[in-house]
């Protein structure tokens, strides 16, 4: 059962995640900390398996603390929930070894699902030798599979962490524009249609198209669970 270190300088958010991570199968809260210094302490004391960290800490970013415990061959897992949408965060986050990123405001089922996939492979990197699709897996894919399955292929250019930030931006049941889904990630309208339409071609978004008065229509995007009218 891996455990579970919140660090999150809002007392209520912070207290909002634990519940959250008690209501996830498997998972269980052992501490909360409100800054820098705290989680520094608590994770010296609890040696949790994996920290749900926040990015703007009242004493320092959580990146430094990231970066820290990297410097240090902490392998402790680490999933960054924050506001920060910043592409530069983003990068900062994933270069530095973090297992996850989640963009706040969020429900409950976007963190089960990472808390899912980080079980899968808290699960896996304990086991005895890996194929090559659970390898490719847990080096590429934003979703770790499990032997025999077959890990997501990206066109060229494209990269499942990105992938992992769109799904999260469609995943609340609202239809979403490419400029939409450009503004809440965080990239360009571009690249943002790239994403769509790859996984709209891979069945996991559908399209809409929305007629106005004039010009050519807009292709809302949803995820193929979600109905709309």
């Known amino acids: 059962m891996p455990t579970v270190l919140v660090v999150d300088d809002d007392f209520m958010v912070a207290d909002i995640h634990r519940r959250f991570v008690e209501a996830t199968d498997g998972f269980r809260a052992v501490g909360v900390a409100h800054s820098a210094a705290e989680a520094r302490a608590s994770i ?5 398996d994996l920290i749900l960290l926040d990015v703007h800490l009242p004493d320092a970013s959580g990146l430094d603390v990231l970066r820290e415990l990297r410097a240090a061959k902490d392998p402790v897992g680490v999933i960054m929930i ?3 949408r910043e592409v530069d965060t983003v990068a900062d986050a994933l270069s530095g070894g973090a297992a996850d990123y989640l963009i706040k405001p969020f429900e409950y089922p976007q963190l089960r699902d990472k808390l ?3 079980a899968t492979r808290f699960s896996a ?3 005895g030798e890996a194929d090559q699709n659970l390898v490719d897996s847990l080096f ?3 979703s770790p599979v499990g ?3 077959t890990a997501e ?3 060229k250019g494209l990269s499942p962490e990105t992938g992992t930030l769109i799904l999260d931006a469609v995943a609340g049941g609202a239809e979403f524009s490419a400029t939409e889904c450009a503004e809440a990630v965080g990239i360009s309208r571009v690249s943002a249609r790239r994403y769509l339409e790859h996984y709209l071609e891979s069945g996991v978004l559908e399209v809409r198209l929305q007629y ?3 010009g050519r229509p807009v292709r809302k995007y949803r995820g193929r669970s979600q109905r709309g009218n």
């Open 44 to 48: 010296a004391t609890l040696r949790p």
């Open 82 to 84: 924050t506001a920060a």
């Open 116 to 118: 899912e996939a980080f």
């Open 125 to 127: 990197l304990r086991g």
């Open 140 to 142: 590429g894919a934003g």
């Open 147 to 149: 032997p025999g399955e």
């Open 153 to 155: 292929r990206f066109p």
């Open 212 to 214: 106005g008065r004039a």
